[in-house]
T-cell receptor, first 109, second 115 residues
Framework: GQNIDQPTEMTATEGAIVQINCTYQTSGFNGLFWYQQHAGEAPTFLSYNVLDGLEEKGRFSSFLSRSKGYSYLLLKELQMKDSASYLCAVKDSNYQLIWGAGTKLIIKP | DTAVSQTPKYLVTQMGNDKSIKCEQNLGHDTMYWYKQDSKKFLKIMFSYNNKELIINETVPNRFSPKSPDKAHLNLHINSLELGDSAVYFC??????????????FGPGTRLTVL
């Protein structure tokens, strides 16, 4: 079957750096997405990776290794507003988006 | 200015009833989606429409039927509601077809509670 694994919950301190990992087993690969979802709100797009390597966008970076079926989202200079769930999603060979359950990130002062 | 809108935001109803959730996008996107997010927070795709054609139809019960009167609208009709249908339903749209690398834009969600 197809599977996306992420830690259920992580805690970090304001101003620090946190890395959220995602591993996937899917039938084919056509890109990996990271979305942010605040409690009670809709998911919003953060990043997209289709080739191996690091994509940087401000305080957020996303890394992909296709051979390892692995990605991570790196958040720097954490702010309280970064408290949210972070969803990893992979497009499989049928271009169907398979979603992980998300990682709830708690930021403490 | 709302890009993807859904109504209603909250829906509380009895088992066995029929209900509809409306979705509209003003982004000019070609593809629209319906997702179900259950209590465990898994987002599961239910349907997607591209230019009024159903292109993904996941194994959802046939009590759920998407209706798209035009490219900007994708409504979700649910017959004979069951307790297990309680969840948050998100509508989304994307500018290209499902094979694009494009992002999806989500509506605010409709929290459905079946009593």
């Amino acid at each position: 079957g197809q599977n996306i694994d992420q830690p259920t919950e992580m805690t970090a301190t304001e101003g620090a750096i946190v890395q959220i990992n995602c591993t996937y087993q899917t039938s084919g690969f056509n890109g990996l997405f990271w979305y942010q979802q605040h409690a009670g709100e809709a998911p919003t797009f953060l990043s997209y990776n289709v080739l191996d390597g690091l994509e940087e966008k401000g305080r957020f970076s996303s890394f992909l290794s296709r051979s390892k079926g692995y990605s991570y989202l790196l958040l720097k200079e954490l702010q309280m507003k970064d408290s949210a769930s972070y969803l990893c999603a992979v497009k499989d060979s049928n271009y169907q988006l398979i979603w992980g359950a998300g990682t709830k990130l708690i930021i403490k002062p | 200015d709302t890009a993807v809108s859904q109504t209603p935001k909250y829906l509380v109803t009895q088992m066995g009833n029929d209900k509809s959730i409306k979705c509209e996008q003003n982004l000019g996107h070609d593809t629209m989606y319906w997702y179900k997010q259950d209590s465990k927070k898994f987002l599961k795709i239910m349907f997607s429409y591209n230019n009024k054609e159903l292109i993904i139809n996941e194994t959802v019960p046939n009590r759920f039927s998407p209706k798209s009167p035009d490219k900007a609208h994708l409504n979700l009709h649910i017959n004979s509601l069951e307790l297990g249908d309680s969840a948050v339903y998100f509508c989304a749209s994307s500018p290209q077809g499902v094979d694009g690398a494009d992002t999806q834009y989500f509506g605010p969600g409709t929290r459905l509670t079946v009593l």
